[in-house]
Nanobody, 116 residues
Framework: QVQLVESGGGLVQPGGSLRLSCAAS????????MGWYRRAPGKQRELVAS???????NYVDSVKGRFRISRDNAKNTVFLQMTGLKSEDTGVYYC??????????WGQGTQVTVSS
């Protein structure tokens, strides 16, 4: 019954910023570590940022210092503030729990394109 809806993506120039949002139904935000996953062109989907129910965060090395993940459990939302965007940040971004369950239902994701 959990449904995830990502938004906030778009086309930006290198060095620009975007704020992604994820809205979900159900209790996933109150009980699970949440993450932002990225599927870059020609690459497998990878976890780029995560945040625990207590607010502890982790980031893949390539985005450290540039991305910031946050959550609002009361509103069932998770955010990803991205600054200093680079072309290699291009991809479709998805929100989902971490670790992943055996069979997850993914949302449509939101496209982020960084290009001049």
């Amino acid at each position: 019954q959990v449904q995830l809806v990502e938004s906030g993506g778009g086309l930006v120039q290198p060095g620009g910023s975007l704020r992604l949002s994820c809205a979900a139904s159900g209790s996933i935000f109150s009980i699970s570590t949440m993450g932002w996953y990225r599927r870059a062109p020609g690459k497998q989907r990878e976890l780029v940022a995560s945040i625990t129910t207590g607010g502890n965060t982790n980031y893949v090395d390539s985005v450290k210092g540039r991305f910031r993940i946050s959550r609002d459990n009361a509103k069932n939302t998770v955010f990803l503030q991205m600054t200093g965007l680079k072309s290699e940040d291009t991809g479709v971004y998805y929100c989902q729990r971490y670790p992943l369950y055996t069979m997850e239902r993914w949302g449509q994701g939101t496209q982020v394109t960084v290009s001049s």
